[in-house]
């Protein structure tokens, strides 16, 4: 099982939402998305875009948000951004 790191904006961002009751639902499938990243980053469901910087962009179904995360070894995912989808 891989700890997930967040940079400083991922972290704000879903501190933000968790104190936002409204947005149930949203947080709820960020949350599925991380506990696929803790569990194996190596999945298919995490891996949607890659970017050329060994990032990878999760779309949520949810609404027009997204989920920017790459490793930073193999045993370390980092969120680098939650938010509107770019």
């Known amino acids: 099982m891989a700890e997930v790191w ?4 991922a ?3 879903l501190r933000t939402l968790e104190a936002d009751p409204t947005q149930e639902r949203l947080l ?3 949350n599925e998305i991380l506990a696929l990243l803790e569990t194996n ?3 298919r469901r995490v891996r ?3 970017y050329t910087n060994r990032a990878w962009r999760i779309d949520l179904r949810s609404a027009d948000w997204m989920v920017i995360w ?5 045993e370390r995912p980092v969120v680098v ?4 989808a770019l």
């Open 28 to 30: 709820r499938e960020i």
């Open 48 to 50: 949607q875009r890659r």
């Open 81 to 84: 951004h939650i938010g509107i």
């Open 6 to 9: 967040f940079s400083e904006q």
């Open 70 to 74: 790459l490793l930073a070894d193999p």
């Open 41 to 43: 980053p190596r999945d």
């Open 11 to 13: 972290d704000l961002a």
